[in-house]
């Protein structure tokens, strides 16, 4: 911030304070979660397309998975292609239109799934731990906020 009061003294640079800071927190934090999920053979990205099959409590679209994950459609059909071709996704083409797949886990990708996530909260509670519960409330509370205006303001790719 200061670097760019530097050369635009006259913009209001307040932005970059919660932005700039929710997007380096965001980059950290998936860096870590990939080191994590590296024995796995898996991103964090693919752990949430794992993560929202198993929670979904039925087969998803690829559309649906790209909406529930805020990724492209061609991010997400290239995850999938992937986690496939490892077992731990199966699609079925749609009975009534073939053009649509319906994607489930496979007995692996559920039992993974269900392994790596107690590994990723726990990694995340330690990556938190240094803020007391108070803080991380508040702090939640607050993004929850922002989560909301954001939702009905930023259009969705």
């Given at each position: ?9 006259d ?8 932005i ?6 965001a ?35 690829a ?30 083409t ?43 409330a508040?702090?939640a509370d607050r993004?929850?906020?922002l ?8 259009p969705?790719?």
């Amino acid at each position: 911030m200061r670097q760019w009061a530097q050369v635009h003294p006259d913009l209001d640079l307040e932005p970059i304070g919660v932005i700039g800071r929710i997007n380096r927190c965001a980059a950290l934090l998936q860096q870590a979660a990939d080191a994590q999920l590296r024995p796995e053979r898996l991103t964090r990205a693919e752990f949430d397309l794992l993560g929202t099959l198993r929670r979904s409590g039925r087969p998803l679209t690829a559309g649906e998975l790209a909406r529930e994950t805020f990724a492209s459609g061609a991010a997400v059909t290239k995850r999938l292609q992937r986690l496939e071709q490892q077992g731990l996704v199966e699609r079925r083409t749609d009975e009534r239109d073939r053009r649509v797949a319906h994607l489930t886990l496979t007995g692996a990708g559920r039992e993974l799934a269900d392994r790596a996530l107690p590994d990723q909260l726990d990694r995340e509670h330690a990556l938190l731990a240094g803020l007391s519960p108070e803080h991380r409330a508040e702090l939640a509370d607050r993004l929850a906020e922002l989560l909301l205006l954001l939702e009905g303001s930023v259009p969705r790719s």
